[in-house]
């Protein structure tokens, strides 16, 4: 974890990014993808490495498990027609299952222990974060020793209640960890 008070931010994924291990390979891309990939990474003014990198992680920590599982992404008018049609019991169950489900088994394929930082590292910076459920998570410890997770999204108070209770229930149920929450209608605070 992180020195009192020194808040991580995690609405990208440079943190993942950045290693000393590095692996050149060389292979071929579509002329057409490549010209895509070369106009985002100009527009957001990183090299292609980095768009590739950053495309290649998203993959790995979260698309594949949609993909394997049958799952989509959504748009947020989407999201917000859940959130106005199911009551938030409902949600909360829906959620809670793909939860309980998808991220132990995703933990468990890649030969990672059911652990908080592998849950943090994999989970909450990678997999939630880049599914949608959030816009961005970033972690501190407190003076009291205790670590915040911070989870920011736009989808109202409804839903900041909904992954309050997941989370917590996942963090007790699974990890042993008793925790309390902080909710506003654009984040949550664990």
């Known amino acids: 974890m992180r020195p009192k008070g020194r808040a991580v931010n995690e609405g990208d994924t440079t943190g993942f990014a950045k290693s000393d291990k590095k692996t050149t390979i060389t292979f071929a891309i579509d002329n057409s993808i490549l010209k895509i990939i070369r106009d985002d990474a100009d527009s957001h003014k990183i090299s292609i490495n980095a ?6 992680l998203r993959y790995a920590l979260c698309y ?20 106005n049609t199911y ?5 909360a ?19 990672l222990a059911l652990s908080l930082k592998n849950w943090v590292e994999y989970v909450f910076k990678g997999m939630l974060l880049f599914g949608g459920s959030y816009q961005g998570f970033s972690y501190f410890k407190d ?29 007790e149920k699974t990890l042993n960890i008793h925790s309390t929450s902080s909710i506003l209608p654009s984040s949550v605070t664990i």
């Not at 768009?51 to 290649?56: A, F, G």
């Not at 829906?94 to 991220?103: A, N």
């Open 51 to 56: 768009k590739i990198n950053d495309v290649l």
């Open 64 to 83: 594949r498990y949609s993909e394997a599982g049958g799952g989509v992404m959504f748009p947020l008018a989407t999201m917000e027609l859940l959130l």
């Open 87 to 91: 009551d938030e019991d409902t949600m």
């Open 93 to 111: 169950r829906l959620y809670s299952s793909l939860i309980d489900d998808l991220v132990p088994s995703m933990l468990l394929e890649n030969r």
């Open 143 to 171: 003076e009291e020793g205790h670590v915040n997770f911070v989870f920011r999204h736009n989808y109202g108070i409804k839903w900041s209640r909904v992954i309050s209770t997941v989370y917590m229930q996942f963090l």
